[in-house]
Structures are given as structure tokens and as C-alpha cells.
């Protein structure tokens, strides 16, 4: 069953997944350009009804964030879509009310209490609860944050930003630069002891990943590199969305390497329950075992 949130242990860290909300759900065809009906049938013991919904073939997708808790550490890995913002033609994100910040408060965490925010990448469902509306401006959520940017991402977007992305960047992200507590990274950036910020180009120029090590157990936090859990599968398979198809089949493949060889979970943005997994290589592809923690 899909709860709000839900906690797991990691060797000596805590993860906490904190929904805003289940959706949107994509067809098939729109969402994966090489889409094939064979491969439905394939996998469709298992695919349906958390992965597929097989009356309208769509890809019901979750909306969560991570955060980690490590040796006092308090990192929230993406932010979502955020309330009260301008996201038309998204009809079902215009102007959110949701109970994100209950949820992440029920789930253990205050505002207050989070000491980083990142962000794998700066799309508008990654970057929305960045900042909430106060008095008519756009302040950070979490005011004892530093948060975490790619800069090849921030510097793209700052150039190159359309439709809703425009507009989260300029309602989500550029606000957290202007307040002084943005950092930008380059290249390979640890977090802290354990925790490795990691470049993984191609769904944008400057998505990044963040690998979770403590004692004998992992984890890496993927964003986007993988949409849908069919893409272990079918790892050749971009999403609509990826911007740089050769580098994100790259990417993808050295995530699901790392995992099958570190035995490390992989914990994606969008994959419903129970929302992560262990990879396992099969030819020259993988397979996925879901771990209900």
C-alpha cells in the first residue's frame, strides 16, 4: 500500500521518501519514443496496476523527495512541484495547495530542520518547493539550507529555460541564488563523509546524482535518469524528456552498473511502490527486485 511517506535504513543512515503527490500519468507512447506493445506484454504480470495502468496505457508516475539523515546531517534530495505557482498548461499543478510541508512535518522533518537542499536537476518538478510564497514573494522553504546546484544545469537554464521551466527558474530557483544560499558545483562534490555528488548528463546537460555510502550498504538517488522502471529493462529507452540522448543512455547504464555491482539500492524520483530496488544484470540488460524496506 502507498502511504505518504515511509522510512528505511541504509548501513548507519535514515531515508525518508515524502510525497506530494501520485501523478501525472503518461501514455506510453508519449512518454517512451521507442515504445513497443510487445514489451507490454512481456512484463505485464508485474507492471499493472502500480506501473501501468493497462485500460489507458499511461505511466502513473509519483512525485517524492528523499532525505537522508546521516552522522547529524540533514540532506532533501528534489523539492517537487511546489504550491501556489504559475505552471499552466499543467492544470493539476497551477497554483498547488498540497500538504507537502504536513507530510514532510509528520514524516519527522521541519523546515528549519533541513541542513541541505539538492537537486538532481533543475526541472520545474524537481525544484518547486525550493521557495513558498510569503507576503508576496518567493523566499526559501528551508531557511537553514544551503541547496545544492549543478552548475552547467543552472548556467543552461539560465540561457535556455522555456514553458514551465521558465518559470520554475525564475520562481524557484533564481530566488534561492539572489537569497545568497545557493552553492554550485562542478564535477564530483562530496556532500560529506559518505555522501558523493556525481555528474550523470543527458535527461539535462547538468543532471547529477548522489551516492549514499555507509559500511557495507549503498544507495544512489538517481532524479530522472530513469523515469520508469521499464528502463532497466530496455536501458536504451529515453524518456521524451531526455535532452541528450547519447549521454543519458551513458548515464543510465553506469547507474544501473553501479547498483548491480555495489548491491546498492536504486531510488528514483518517480517509481511507484514500493518506490526503490536492487538491479541485477540479465544479458545486456538488468532486472529490477523491489525492496519494501
Not at 520508469?228 to 524518456?239: D, F, G, R, V
Amino acid at each position: 500500500m502507498n502511504t505518504p511517506f515511509s522510512h528505511r535504513n541504509i548501513g548507519g543512515a535514515r531515508v525518508t521518501r515524502v510525497e506530494e503527490m501520485a501523478g501525472p500519468a503518461f501514455r506510453l507512447t508519449t512518454l517512451f519514443p521507442d515504445w513497443d506493445d510487445a514489451v507490454f506484454e512481456a512484463h505485464k504480470d508485474w507492471l499493472v496496476p502500480v506501473y501501468v495502468n493497462a485500460e489507458k496505457m499511461t505511466a502513473p508516475l509519483s512525485m517524492h523527495s528523499w532525505v537522508v539523515q546521516l552522522d547529524g546531517l540533514t540532506v532533501l534530495i528534489d523539492t517537487c512541484v511546489g504550491n501556489d505557482k504559475d505552471r499552466l498548461p499543467a492544470e493539476r499543478w497551477h497554483h498547488n495547495q498540497g500538504p507537502y510541508l504536513q507530510r514532510l512535518a509528520d514524516a519527522g522533518f521541519r523546515p528549519e530542520d533541513i541542513d541541505m537542499v539538492m537537486c538532481t536537476h533543475l526541472h520545474v518538478d524537481h525544484v518547486g518547493w525550493n521557495t513558498r510564497l510569503l507576503d508576496g514573494r518567493w523566499v526559501p522553504t528551508f531557511p537553514n539550507a544551503k541547496y545544492i546546484f549543478s552548475r552547467t544545469d543552472y548556467e543552461y537554464y539560465q540561457a535556455n529555460a522555456q514553458d514551465m521551466d521558465r518559470l520554475s527558474f525564475a520562481d524557484s530557483v533564481l530566488p534561492i541564488v539572489e537569497h545568497g544560499v545557493a552553492e554550485m558545483t562542478d564535477g564530483a562534490h562530496a556532500l560529506a563523509d559518505g555522501l558523493l555528488l556525481e555528474p550523470a548528463p543527458g535527461h539535462t546537460p547538468g543532471h547529477v546524482t548522489l551516492k549514499l555510502e555507509s559500511g557495507p550498504e549503498a544507495a544512489i538517488f538517481t532524479g530522472d535518469i530513469l523515469h520508469h522502471p521499464l528502463q532497466a529493462y530496455y536501458p536504451e529507452w529515453n524518456s521524451r524528456f531526455c535532452l541528450l540522448a547519447d549521454e543519458a543512455r551513458l548515464s543510465r547504464r553506469r547507474v544501473l552498473d553501479y547498483c548491480a555491482d555495489r548491491g546498492a539500492l536504486l531510488m528514483p524520483a518517480h517509481f511507484g511502490a514500493p518506490h526503490c530496488c536492487h538491479v541485477d544484470r540479465v544479458g545486456e540488460a538488468y532486472a529490477l527486485r523491489w525492496h519494501h524496506g
